[in-house]
């Protein structure tokens, strides 16, 4: 059974940093990408940024570009996201996905995904 859990997320006050990690179970990710969306009430979910397996190629929204940094660690077989300089509007659930295609921004080409994670950034 193919899982993505996350986990990292949390309440943290404008400025501060989170760190968010995307577990994965059930299959050889190799082939894939995989990326992270964040969804906030109301919204539509965005992609923010995703990244080879073998960890490269990494993608980021203009949004959190310079800000968020998307790593792999196939050892543990996760994906980071680690967000700093985080903004209030960065809160949102944030979902971990893996896509076999090479377009990454597209939420319908992932054929897997997480749970989610709430961010909440306060002002």
């Known amino acids: 059974q193919v899982q993505l859990v996350e986990s990292g997320g949390g309440l943290v006050q404008a400025g501060g940093s989170l760190r968010l990690s995307c577990a994965t179970s059930?299959?050889?990710?190799?082939?894939?990408?995989v990326g992270w969306f964040r969804q906030a009430p109301g919204k539509e979910r965005e992609f923010v940024a995703a990244?080879?397996?073998?960890?490269?190629?990494?993608v980021y929204a203009d949004s959190v570009k310079g800000r968020f940094t998307i790593s792999t660690d196939n050892a543990k077989n996760t994906v980071d996201l680690q967000m700093n300089s985080l903004k209030p509007e960065d809160t949102a659930v944030y979902y971990c996905?893996?896509?076999?295609?090479?377009?990454?921004?597209?939420?319908?080409?992932?054929?897997?995904w997480g749970q989610g994670t709430q961010v909440t950034v306060s002002s």
């Open positions: 996905a893996a896509n076999r295609d090479w377009v990454v921004r597209r939420t319908s080409l992932y054929e897997y």
């Open positions: 059930g299959r050889t990710f190799s082939s894939y990408r």
């Open positions: 990244i080879s397996w073998s960890g490269g190629n990494p």
